[in-house]
């Protein structure tokens, strides 16, 4: 199914042998063959150059809806080039990703013969488009492009669709650091929402990359990815927030050096509602002003129903904990008698707010309740073996590359 090219490197001549000095001619093949139609858009592209070596494949791509009008015009090119890899001998180079759905492909292969001449093979072919309602696109990430966050932070892909071919997308969720880290994606409920962790909290002070080459993955059975996606974001200083509970106050590190430390008011404990989580937590929203309301919670009828807005709420648990302003506790500093969050006087409340990331790492000790792990970002509750068990393709260095292929199964 392969075009086969027989290049040589001198012109032809009337006679049937090769003049003196010629290098011996070479094969060209790549797959898909030209002129095929509606190819699977995670089939590799493959091109081999028997007696000779692969120095250059171009693989342009240009999507074409039913109109005939090219694709998304926001779409960057430069999410779409497709790097592959070339064996030990240089005659055989794969595609590392996929390709577009519903595009004009033409693929540009060079190689070199044995006297050091280059010669070009061009095929073209188009994928099949990916059928509506089973395009897998991004809904949401976190962190998003441009943010600074702290060292407990993941980084979660939230999809549209249910993916059940999890290696593959895995494999196609590039994570590269400026100083390398060992990490892992893992898989929360529904299939919908994957979650890289580092194996421990990131290096702080560093950049990193994650590239989404999602274009043309098959991510459940007749499902197809249809775009890339890029994000950068930066770690920022190591700040870790302790707390133990009984001990009535928060403390600041930053860097190695405490910063600040922070009369609090933790959970009265008197049920398991109102007792503040133990355990390892990354900070996640924000938000000046917040209502904290307990029909919104899972507030047991025997205890008083409260409807309060506070202000610089930090959100630590999916459940409703947050550290917040609560000027109107006279116990901060003394006893704990709140409802599960951490109460704090309004000057520390402001600080916190205005001196913390998301992805800061608050670590809780002193209560007999853990967080759950999937309970907001407890996502380091679960130890790096117990990580490892939600990954489709296990864990790996983020210094470039992932752990496997994206193509199809025998592909």
Same mark, same amino acid.
């Given at each position: 199914?392969?075009?086969?090219?027989?290049?040589?490197?001198?012109?032809?001549?009337?006679?049937?042998? %090769?003049? &003196?000095?010629?290098?011996?001619?070479?094969? *060209?093949?790549?797959?898909?063959? /030209?002129?095929? #139609? !509606? @190819? $699977?858009?995670?089939?590799?592209?493959?091109?081999?150059?028997?007696?000779?070596?692969?120095?250059?494949?171009?693989?342009?791509?240009?999507?074409?809806?039913?109109?005939?009008?090219?694709?998304?015009?926001?779409?960057?090119?430069?999410?779409?080039?497709?790097?592959?890899?070339?064996?030990?001998?240089?005659?055989?180079?794969?595609?590392?990703?996929?390709?577009? %759905?519903? &595009?004009?492909?033409?693929?540009?292969?060079? *190689?070199?013969?044995?006297?050091? /001449?280059?010669? #070009? !093979? @061009? $095929?073209?072919?188009?994928?099949?488009?990916?059928?509506?309602?089973?395009?897998?696109?991004?809904?949401?990430?976190?962190?998003?492009?441009?943010?600074?966050?702290?060292?407990?932070?993941?980084?979660?892909?939230?999809?549209?669709?249910?993916?059940?071919?999890?290696?593959?997308?895995?494999?196609?969720?590039?994570?590269?650091?400026?100083?390398?880290?060992?990490?892992?994606?893992?898989?929360?409920?529904?299939?919908?929402? *994957?979650?890289?962790?580092?194996?421990?909290?990131? #290096?702080?002070?560093?950049?990193?990359?994650?590239?989404?080459?999602?274009?043309?993955?098959?991510?459940?059975?007749?499902?197809?990815?249809?775009?890339?996606?890029?994000?950068?974001?930066?770690?920022?200083?190591?700040?870790?927030?302790?707390?133990?509970?009984?001990?009535?106050?928060?403390?600041?590190?930053?860097?190695?050096?405490?910063?600040?430390?922070?009369?609090?008011?933790?959970?009265?404990?008197?049920?398991?509602?109102?007792?503040?989580?133990?355990?390892?937590?990354?900070?996640?929203?924000?938000?000046?002003?917040?209502?904290?309301?307990?029909?919104?919670?899972?507030?047991?009828?025997?205890?008083?129903?409260?409807?309060?807005?506070?202000?610089?709420?930090?959100?630590?648990?999916?459940?409703?904990?947050?550290?917040?302003?609560?000027?109107?506790?006279?116990?901060?500093?003394?006893?704990?008698?709140?409802?599960?969050?951490?109460?704090?006087?309004?000057?520390?409340?402001?600080?916190?707010?205005?001196?913390?990331?998301?992805?800061?790492?608050?670590?809780?000790?002193?209560?007999?309740?853990?967080?759950?792990?999937?309970?907001?970002?407890?996502?380091?509750?679960?130890?790096?073996?117990?990580?490892?068990?939600?990954?489709?393709?296990?864990?790996?260095?983020?210094?470039?590359?992932?752990?496997?292929?994206?193509?199809?199964?025998?592909?």
């Amino acid at each position: 199914m392969a075009a086969v090219l027989v290049l040589a490197a001198t012109a032809c001549t009337s006679g049937s042998e %090769p003049p &003196a000095g010629a290098a011996d001619p070479v094969e *060209v093949s790549i797959t898909p063959e /030209a002129g095929a #139609e !509606e @190819v $699977a858009p995670n089939t590799p592209v493959r091109v081999s150059a028997e007696g000779g070596t692969v120095t250059d494949v171009r693989v342009e791509q240009v999507v074409v809806d039913e109109a005939g009008t090219v694709g998304d015009e926001d779409d960057d090119p430069a999410l779409y080039e497709v790097s592959g890899t070339l064996d030990e001998d240089g005659g055989a180079w794969v595609a590392d990703w996929a390709l577009r %759905p519903g &595009a004009e492909v033409v693929v540009t292969a060079t *190689v070199e013969d044995g006297s050091g /001449a280059r010669s #070009e !093979e @061009v $095929a073209e072919f188009t994928t099949a488009p990916a059928v509506a309602g089973q395009r897998l696109e991004l809904v949401r990430n976190f962190p998003n492009s441009g943010e600074t966050v702290g060292v407990g932070m993941p980084i979660v892909v939230e999809f549209d669709l249910p993916v059940t071919n999890k290696a593959q997308i895995e494999n196609a969720l590039e994570v590269v650091s400026d100083q390398g880290v060992e990490g892992a994606w893992g898989w929360l409920d529904g299939d919908r929402t *994957v979650v890289f962790r580092p194996e421990e909290y990131w #290096e702080p002070h560093q950049n990193v990359r994650v590239d989404m080459h999602l274009a043309g993955v098959e991510a459940a059975d007749g499902v197809f990815g249809v775009r890339n996606y890029s994000l950068d974001f930066e770690i920022g200083a190591e700040r870790i927030l302790t707390m133990h509970v009984p001990d009535h106050e928060l403390v600041v590190t930053t860097d190695g050096e405490e910063e600040r430390v922070i009369p609090v008011s933790n959970g009265l404990a008197s049920e398991h509602f109102n007792t503040t989580t133990s355990g390892v937590h990354a900070l996640m929203e924000r938000r000046e002003t917040v209502e904290m309301d307990s029909s919104t919670t899972d507030k047991p009828d025997n205890l008083p129903s409260y409807n309060t807005t506070v202000q610089y709420g930090i959100r630590v648990t999916n459940s409703g904990e947050y550290l917040h302003e609560a000027s109107s506790n006279t116990n901060i500093g003394i006893a704990n008698t709140s409802n599960g969050c951490t109460n704090l006087r309004m000057d520390d409340a402001r600080w916190l707010y205005e001196n913390t990331l998301m992805g800061d790492v608050l670590e809780t000790t002193g209560t007999d309740r853990e967080v759950e792990w999937n309970n907001g970002w407890g996502y380091w509750q679960r130890s790096w073996e117990e990580w490892q068990d939600l990954s489709g393709a296990g864990g790996y260095a983020t210094t470039g590359g992932t752990p496997g292929s994206v193509h199809g199964e025998g592909l």
